[in-house]
C-alpha cells in the first residue's frame, strides 16, 4: 500500500490561490496515474485532475485554466495549484494513486480541507 500525505489546505478569499501538495511514501515513478479529487458535503466525490507516469494531464470542465497538476520525482510529490478560486471549489480535497503490482490498486490520502469564503 502507498502511504498518500496531503498538506496545503486551508481558508481563502474568492478569487484567490492555493497548492495542494501530496507525499507519497515510495517514488512516484512506479505509479500509473496520481490524481487530486474532491468531495463537497452532499456531493459524491468527483476528480479534479489526474498526471499519468508519462506527465499525461486530464482536468475537470470546472477547473481547466485555474487549476495545474504537477510532479516532482524526486520528491515523491504531487501538486495541485489552484488559481481564481471560487466558493464552488469549496469541498475536502484528496489524493490519489493507482498503480499495477499484480493487481490494480488505488489508494487514498486523508484528505485535505479547502474553503473558499470571504
Not at 490524481?35 to 475537470?60: D, F, K, M
Amino acid at each position: 500500500q502507498v502511504q498518500l500525505v496531503e498538506s496545503g489546505g486551508g481558508l481563502v478569499q474568492p478569487g484567490g490561490s492555493l497548492r495542494l501538495s501530496c507525499t507519497a511514501s515510495e517514488s512516484i515513478l512506479s505509479i500509473n496515474a496520481m490524481g487530486w479529487y474532491r468531495q463537497a458535503p452532499g456531493n459524491e466525490r468527483e476528480l479534479v485532475a489526474q498526471i499519468t507516469s508519462s506527465n499525461i494531464t486530464n482536468y475537470a470542465d470546472s477547473v481547466k485554466g485555474r487549476f495545474t497538476i504537477s510532479r516532482d520525482n524526486a520528491k515523491n510529490t504531487v501538486y495541485l495549484l489552484m488559481n481564481s478560486l471560487k466558493p464552488e471549489d469549496t469541498a475536502v480535497y484528496y489524493c490519489n494513486a493507482i498503480y499495477y503490482r499484480s493487481k490494480w490498486y488505488r489508494d487514498w490520502g486523508q484528505g485535505t480541507q479547502v474553503t473558499v469564503s470571504s
